[in-house]
């Protein structure tokens, strides 16, 4: 009996002291031209663009709660507009996931936040705390992301919609979005094909109630 109470304690001071894995991947990094003609012809939603098939990362995970937990870490947005008109109009992308499975709303969003100028912009968001992640079964995986153009006036502010559309089109930007894990920490050295470290501008944070109400298919047709 001795024996075996060392042994179920010798067990639980192991399970306890195992290490939760800490990882990170890119979900996508895709370099584009966007136009006032791509915003009015995208479908189903105007002022998208679909980042799916080949543009996704084919070995994303089908389960993002086990083994490792993504649910719970945070994103890491960066995005590098390489063109934009000249103007300083504030300018921003909204990031949706789109699931496999969803429930209530359906799908999630998170956002870029503003930027009026060339650059590069970053920021970590906590994937517990954008609009709608709750409406997502992550357990099931994500299906695409789609990005949608907007001004600074919210959530139906889209770009195609402005009558100095002008100020916004066409542009051309890189953007990267890498899932850390839950406890982890975003480590640009493990993300191929970025340049050299250099000085980012944090983007400036929007409310994401504001940024990314009824961001997706309910919206901009």
């Known amino acids: 009996m001795y ?4 042994a179920a304690i010798l067990f639980g001071c192991a399970a306890t002291a195992a290490p939760t894995q800490a990882e990170q991947f890119v979900l996508f990094d895709v370099t584009f031209t966007y ?3 791509d915003a009015d012809g995208s479908k189903p939603s105007k002022s998208h663009y679909y980042v799916k098939g080949d543009l996704i990362n084919k070995d994303r995970p089908k389960d993002w709660m086990a083994p490792v937990d993504y649910r719970n870490g945070t994103a890491h947005i960066r995005l590098e507009v390489l063109d934009k008109p000249p103007g300083n109009a504030p ?3 909204t990031i949706c996931y789109i699931p496999n499975k969803g429930k209530g709303n359906g799908y999630g969003c998170m956002g870029t936040g503003l930027y009026d100028k060339p650059g590069v912009y970053e920021r970590d968001v ?9 409406s997502i079964l992550w357990e099931h995986g994500i299906k695409q992301m789609d ?23 066409p542009t051309r930007v890189r953007m990267t979005v890498v899932q850390v894990s839950a406890g982890a920490k975003y480590d640009p050295k493990l993300v191929p094909g970025l340049p050299p470290a250099t000085a980012a501008k944090p983007a400036e ?5 504001k940024e990314c109400a009824e961001c997706e298919t309910k919206e901009g047709k």
Do not use: C, Y
């Open 147 to 169: 990005l949608v153009i907007k001004d600074d006036s919210g959530g139906q502010g889209h770009a195609h919609k402005r009558i100095d559309h002008e100020r916004f089109f």
């Open 91 to 93: 300018t921003t992308w």
């Open 3 to 6: 024996r075996s109470l060392l």
């Open 126 to 134: 906590p994937m517990t705390e954008f609009w709608e992640n709750k």
């Open 35 to 37: 136009t006032k003609a």
């Open 205 to 209: 944070a929007t409310s994401s109630s």
